[in-house]
Structures are given as C-alpha cells and as structure tokens.
C-alpha cells in the first residue's frame, strides 16, 4: 500500500506578509499568511509549509508570532523554515506550534547542527530545505544556492543530500530555483535525482503551473507536491490539485 500524496500550499512570508515572485525576486503581495493558512486548513491541504524567506539573508530569527498565529488557526502539519540555525532555534519554533522545522543555509554553515538537532528531537521533526539549480561544476549538474537562492554553495546536491540524510534529516524540501515561480512545471528530473539516491520523503517544490504539473512531479516520485502562487493567486484550489492526482492513479488523503 503505497502512502498517500501530500498536497502542501507554502506561505513565503517577509515582513509578516505572504508574498510570491519569480526565481525569489519581484515580490508581490499575496496576502495575510493567518488568513492564507485557514483557508488551506479548510480547503483540505495535507500540511502546510511557512518559510521566512528574508531571515537567513537579513541574519534575523523567524517572525515567531505569525508562526503562532497559524499554528493556532490550522490542525495540520506546519513545518516553518528561514533562520533556522540551533537547537535552541528548533526549540523554540516547536514551542510556539510548528511540527517539523526546516534548515537550510545554517545546516550549510554548520552540517553538525542537523546531528544535534535530530539526536535532540528525532529525525521527523528536521526537513533539509535545499534551493538547488542547474549549476556547472557539479558531478550531478546541480548546485545549492542560499539566501532565497542569491548565493551559490559550491556543493553538489545530490552529494548534500546524501550527506544531509546520512546525518539523520527526515524529510527534504526540494525547490528548483530555476522554475521557482515561473509556474512551467517542476523540475522533474531534479526529483528523478535527489529520489534515486535517498530514502526518505521528498517534497517536490518550485514551478507548478497546472494540476497536470502536480501529476508530472509524482510520477517522476514526488512523495509530497508543494505550490505557492497557484493557490495564493486562485490559479488552482488544494481540490482541484488533488482530484487531478487521484484520477491519475496516486492515492491522496
């Protein structure tokens, strides 16, 4: 019995609004991120995502009080990323409400905080957020980029996600910077990489369109399927996302 789709809506918040824009540049309002996540939590969302966009590269914590706000509002999943960089950050992410936290560019800095952090509180609670894009160089042609994709890495991702799972993350957010907003599809052959190498979930991020990009990056083994501006801006519902999955074959919940 395979396991069920996951359909995740994902606020990209900065200065408490949610906002979307193109490759993580042109930011346009999308709305209120209390609003946005009681709207995904009725309309059937198998989580939610909340990303601070702006925190790593601002060198600032995550806005601790709309993640309570949401938290209050939702009872699903909420996995909140964006300065994310100790223990004592997770600690207190887990205090105010989130069920899973999101590392990225401190896990960069630092690879033994995801050590730390999952001998901590388990693997479940930790989701490597990786920002990959087609990059030369690179023994698989992707490269990591960080702050919302301004910076390259200089490390391979596949490599960096092997090491990362190898060191206990449970789950990995994968966001192609290269279709991140441009709603053309997923980068399907990113997933097809990152799934032929790790066993644990992946969350396919960056690119959808059409309900028929969400059936695209399942086939290619997207564990979840995780959009932004298609709900934000009315495009698709969470229904529609997953209707369009069921009648190609996938279980959803």
Known sequence: MSLALRVIPCLDVHAGRVVKGVNFKNLRDAGDPVELATLYGQEGADELVFLDISASSEGRETTYDVVRRCAETIFIPLCVGGGVRTVADVDRLLRTGADKCGINTGAIDNPDTIDEIVSRFGNQVLVLSLDARREEGHPSGFGVTTHGGKHSAGLDALAWCKEAVERGVGEILLNSMDADGTTDGFDTEMIQAVKSIVDVPVIASGGAGTAQHFVEAAKA??????????????????????KALAESGFAVR
Do not use: I, M, P, R
Not at 221 to 242: C, M, P, Q, R
């Open 221 to 242: 083994g997207a564990d979840a399927v995780l959009a932004a501006s298609v709900f934000h801006y009315g495009t698709l519902t969470v229904g529609e996302v997953k």
